[in-house]
């Protein structure tokens, strides 16, 4: 752990073991060795959270928001084309980060090919997109082979590793990008989709991320995770006035087994979703560190719950 961490880690630590003597008990902490990974695992999720923040303050390239160029980065270009004042092209591309992921080896390869239309064309920006999601599938569609036989090696991220982009599968690229584009609306803009959500739950931060996370059901092949990331991506990046008011354990997997492990001994303990949210709402009321940093943590700890390993894709 670097030395500068090690005040945040005691902090968390004495947290930790107060609300395991005088809340909810702790049994999955109870060994010091669970204990450290999970401490360690809370401040490397912080760490992570609070650099996609600062990222908006930073100097960035314009060659990370060039498809055509190694360096691009979807994220980073989120950020300055949001300080250019162009959201949805920001949204746009956080939604492409989302989708595609980034690989441990091959990084935002395949996200920057799709984008950029393998160099052949103009790029697939959101005006594009949204003017003409089919021109966009046809694209695809018909680009397919050269995805397949070209030799360059490009792949889906981890977390969605179950994507395709096989024209003739249910959960086609073209297919989700479709769904997406209905999603936010005949308007195309995601300001007037926060706006709409504004006007039938109000200006809460967590009752917007909730009704939106309802809604994004309607996008294909995002589920609990990919809804959760995009969501909560968004308001890192000062695109959306939102944050998660729980962890969202419905449809969860890492961070369920998680969760129970901590509040239950063992990640099979019998313990209820609905509670599992509701306990971990009141866990933060003591450490202070916003749900996505306790959802990633759990994630992350369940997978080596004795010891440390950092999470890297």
Excluded at 70 to 79: E, I, M, N, S, T
Aim: contains cysteine.
């Amino acid at each position: 752990m670097r030395p500068r961490d090690e005040q945040l880690a005691q902090r968390l630590d004495e947290a930790l073991s107060d609300h395991d003597g005088h809340g909810r008990p702790l049994p999955g902490i109870r060994p010091i060795e669970n204990r450290i990974a999970f401490v360690e695992q809370l401040v490397e999720s912080i760490r992570r959270v609070t650099y996609a923040r600062t990222m908006t303050n930073m100097d960035h390239s314009l060659l990370r928001a060039d498809p055509t160029s190694d360096l691009f980065d979807p994220l980073r270009a989120a950020v300055l084309h949001h300080r250019q004042g162009s959201i949805d092209e920001a949204c746009w591309l956080v939604f492409l980060s989302t989708h595609f992921g980034k690989h441990v080896r091959t990084r935002w390869r395949l996200a920057r090919d799709i984008y950029g239309s393998l160099g052949a064309g103009p790029f697939w920006t959101w005006e594009r997109v949204s003017a003409s999601p089919n021109s966009f599938r046809q694209w695809l569609t018909v680009s397919y082979t050269t995805f397949r036989t070209d030799g360059i090696e490009r792949h889906f991220g981890n977390h969605r590793k179950y994507e395709t982009l096989s024209p003739d599968a249910k959960r086609f690229t073209g297919a989700v990008v479709e769904s997406y584009v209905n999603w936010v609306g005949p308007s195309a803009s995601h300001q007037t989709l926060v706006t709409e959500a504004e006007a039938a739950v109000g200006h809460n931060s967590k009752a917007l991320f909730d009704y939106l996370y309802g809604t994004m059901s309607d996008v294909l092949s995002f589920g609990r995770t990919a809804r959760f990331d995009y969501l909560t991506m968004l308001g890192k990046l000062g695109l959306a006035p939102i944050e998660p008011g729980s962890a969202y354990m419905e449809g969860a997997t890492g961070p369920l087994k998680g969760a129970k492990l901590l509040f239950g001994g063992t990640a099979l303990a019998d313990l209820r979703q609905h509670d599992l949210d509701n306990w971990l709402v009141h866990l933060d009321t003591d450490l202070g560190v916003g749900m996505q940093v306790l959802e990633d943590a759990l994630c992350n700890w369940q997978k080596s719950p004795g010891q440390f390993r950092p999470y890297r894709g």
